[in-house]
């Protein structure tokens, strides 16, 4: 049924690549099929102004997609003077989540920020962008306390996400592009490693959606970003 | 539990003006507790750019918030010279609602824009936004009638929304902006009367929320939405 | 000779709604004829960057036209990313004539804002405005006295405003939306209870107006601002 | 009682220089006092947008301050990307000015734009402009007609400008700097060679200004704006 | 001499990946030292608005750094809202660089627009946007022929860049940016296989520079963009 | 060959007017043949954020070109909300060219702010800028000394600029806007009265320019740049 071969509940491979760049105190290249996204976290010993004498950290997260990471060229945003308002949504999600997978007070008077930036889009842009933002939150949380700018890893517990669907009618998981264009409802589900929920977000794009499909994405989803967590974790046990 | 006395099911009432002004084409005033949301739909004969020649119309909603709606005052968003992300968020997530209650293609070349603009805002104020969009949505459509722009009505169904979320370790229903800022999962669900789902959007802040919790909330959505959609059919009614 | 029956000399009746909003300071929903404007004030204990260290205090304003307050809906300022000149104009005319009714250095270092937004526009929206806006900036200054901020209401005078104009020929008070579109001449008046005058700003709309188009406009001003403050006083002294 | 000497009802020399640069087809510097304004006016064989169709021309007018015209340093307005309410408003008031002075029917579908950019500014810049726009513009009407885009000048009368005030509580004529910066009251005045009004724009900086005091103010505006029109006739008749 | 062992006159190692990416009709990721650009070609059949109806076609390019291509993080000019005075030099030096690449006349009505947008910056990122762009633009030109959208290439010639500078007092070439942050002269050549210069931009930034210096610096580039032209063929040949 | 009579190597007429408008601490008319740039010099006894606490002064400079400078007017830019590519370019060079005229330390806690406004541009107002912004600097440190700001005048030394360039294949020196528009090549050059370089800027605006060419250039700006020195010395020695 799925142009790819796909089964239903096949998620796309997903390769990590740490360290992608060299100044970055976390460099994350997460490819999940075609889309590759480059995640770059940042330390800064600051905090943004309505946080400051609060004795608590932050983590704030940036997306952009390159203009020609799409099939046809988009306008660059900075040319245009203006993030869209897609733009904009994506990365108050990114960084929702990632805040989910931090102790804040823990983190202290530092901010992290994580770049976002798609080189190549084929779906599940703002996913891979999640999943791949954990592993470079991560690198730099390390670095902080290899640096002793923090004694021990503020980290709750890992986050990864998957974009689930109803497409012809069935619920499938990790919709490519094609997949996305035509399917019924759309769904991003950010979950932890133990099945906690952080955030879910879909929508109906033809009719509605029932209780049943609800349940049955939701179960897609859970299986999915378990296996994630497991590249994750592998992913950051190298090196 | 609730600081309003109000059982954790149990929604705030809900008073719906039309014709509250003189000029649109819909104009509802939709009051939810103290949450006052004007909604002017304004019917244009024309569709946007990337609609044309294809013979269908249009559904847009924008969203603003008026400087001291809130219990301190916002800088104005014009003043600003530019919307923020919430704003751009909600706007966007109005609209797609509200497609879903219209068959776009019996619309023909026409635009429909809702102004959804808070008066007064004490929690909920996207849902009470959809929930009177929808009823301007359908004066605008019968004035089209009316006026011999279409032979029909193009509604395909009703749609209503409410916030749900977890409070104190409890699913509560519609909080209010006391409940919001304290809540540690807060949802938005947009239903149509049939119990169709159009859009759920849920976001933990505090830890996680389990799917049990979800289970909980979508049903006391579900319920909510259905009493907000015959309080919509009885507005509508009248006249 | 006018569309709505009035004698030229006749202004629109006016209703005052105080306390229309529950957050803001002092709130206050004016309607002239059609014409709706919401009227709030904020309170801040700060003063803007070029009067610190000067013991005075500030009074400002900013206006708003609700996208579909007219007749036909106009483009949303905060979408468009700019204040159009005419609300550039309009809130500097509002915020300098309440300043003429307040005596700045009794205000100490605190900054009232009002926010004056347009519900529906039938003509003579800023001179509505002035009018709503100085019964708010009276409830605010009451307010922070009753909060113990300032001894006693810093008030110098009451002021209130209205529009006049040449319609076919005929010095007119108070235009309505058709009246101004057709008027030779258009001039707005900002006038305190005793008759000073606080602004005057006249323009030629068809041809140039005479000297004694002049002393007649300014007469039919002088009354109906007259009866305003009764009427902002018999508001004012309710509750 | 002027720290120029001057009577209050003496106006500066005014000084005008046609031709002043070669490529505009007109263009004037006038000085009045200190104050030196270069108006430009540009002739273009189009109408803006809301005229098409009708068979009318256009007149419009930008103003701007360079960043050094006054005693100290301005931020310009293109780095700030943004032009102030302040620049705005004038440039709407010259640009209303000088339709008052053409037939706009006569014009036929073209635009005269007049950018009036301020070299120096001793107070009066935007009645400066006014005046010297006015004969920018007659230059470029009697450009057109001798290209033969116009069979004959499409001018109704001169227009001339002139602020007053009252200044240490006496009615002055055209105040400079120093005086603007004192004065309880301000005044812009725009009429034609005939006395007849095109735009008042009085506002009490001070107090409030009495019935008499703006009979006076009117006054010497009358006498000064006959000189200007005077002036600026000699100018146009040389060559 | 200089820190990385490399003798004055010896450029850095060039590596060219050719489609990179899998959408852009040329996609070149080019790395000179650890330097990285991606340069991406995309194809538009329609020209800009100036130049419609001369039956030629246009080159153009934009630039950008990803927020942490650099040493620190710089703020995302999307977000910013605005493109900084160096990025908007820099994308019109390799817009101009390469329309000298190209017979705009044969190029027909199609339009080349050539992202570069820097992965990781030390130093000479816009050199080694011009080297990777002009790789990328070939590839454009085969598409376009293998496409039928022309008949052959319209590409007259390869250009390639590179930075040499005066690094205590000594004339290098290819600086890193360790090198770039402290000489004494910067300059940027383009230039042709064959030596003719495209483009010459040198800036003093401590003192002055000599002829004898430009000299030597003409010299130093001269052969270093040979080597280039030549990686360039290499990497075309591929295949 | 050239429209004007000029030999290649021939630059147009100099006149340079000190003291031109009053308020600016240096205030220089530059004309280049009929290109005319006034050249304001601000100071203010502060430094930008980045040099706070260094011990170091700045010089920057601004640049705008009149909406009607020009043979057909340009939007202007405060209107259109944001400066050109080209603008920056220009405001960038004139501002590092100065730096190379003073010693920064010497400055002390002050900055310097060259505003250069375009009069009226026949080509080459990025070197009339220049030249005329050095004198005005000049004055603004003679100003600095004579206010006991600075015990002397930091300057190095006089640099001017001159544009060459290649026209119908001939090197020429100083074009006009009819030449400059069609030149082959376009280089503008800014140089000390030792012959030291500080800036070259060239582009092959059709074809390439060889090394020959580049020489001959070289040798007609050096030979300008001697010349414009003793202009601008013989100016600053009057009064």
């Not at 704030?60 to 988009?74: I, K």
């Not at 007070?105 to 992290?112: C, F, N, R, Y």
């Not at 109803?166 to 950010?190: F, H, Q, R, S, W």
């Amino acid at each position: 049924m799925r142009a790819t071969k796909r089964t239903p509940e096949q998620s796309r491979n997903v390769k990590i690549t740490r360290h992608y760049t060299d100044y970055a105190e976390g460099s994350v290249l997460i490819e999940v099929g075609n889309t590759k996204v480059l995640c770059n976290a940042s330390v800064t010993s600051s905090v943004p102004r309505f946080l400051r004498g609060q004795g608590k950290g932050w983590v704030t997260a940036e997306y952009g997609l390159l203009p020609r990471a799409t099939h046809s060229r988009n306008q660059r945003e900075a040319a245009r003077g203006q993030q869209s308002g897609r733009t904009l949504e994506i990365q108050r999600l990114i960084a929702r989540s990632l805040r989910a997978a931090v102790n804040l007070k823990a983190l202290g008077d530092h901010t992290i920020t994580i770049d976002c930036d798609v080189i190549q889009a084929d779906g599940g842009t703002r996913c891979a962008s999640i999943t791949g933002a954990c592993i470079a939150l991560v690198d730099a949380l390390r670095w902080m306390v290899a640096q002793g700018k923090l004694k021990k890893s503020p980290l709750k517990q890992m986050i990864a996400a998957v974009s689930v669907g109803i497409y012809k009618g069935t619920p499938v998981c990790d919709l490519d592009y094609a997949e996305d264009a035509k399917a019924e409802t759309d769904m991003n589900i950010v979950m932890t490693e133990t099945g906690g929920m952080i955030e879910i977000q879909g929508t109906a794009e033809v009719g509605t959606f029932s209780h049943e499909q609800l349940l049955a994405m939701l179960s897609l989803a859970n299986n999915s970003i378990k296996n994630l967590i497991i590249e994750q974790k592998k992913a950051l046990s190298a090196e």
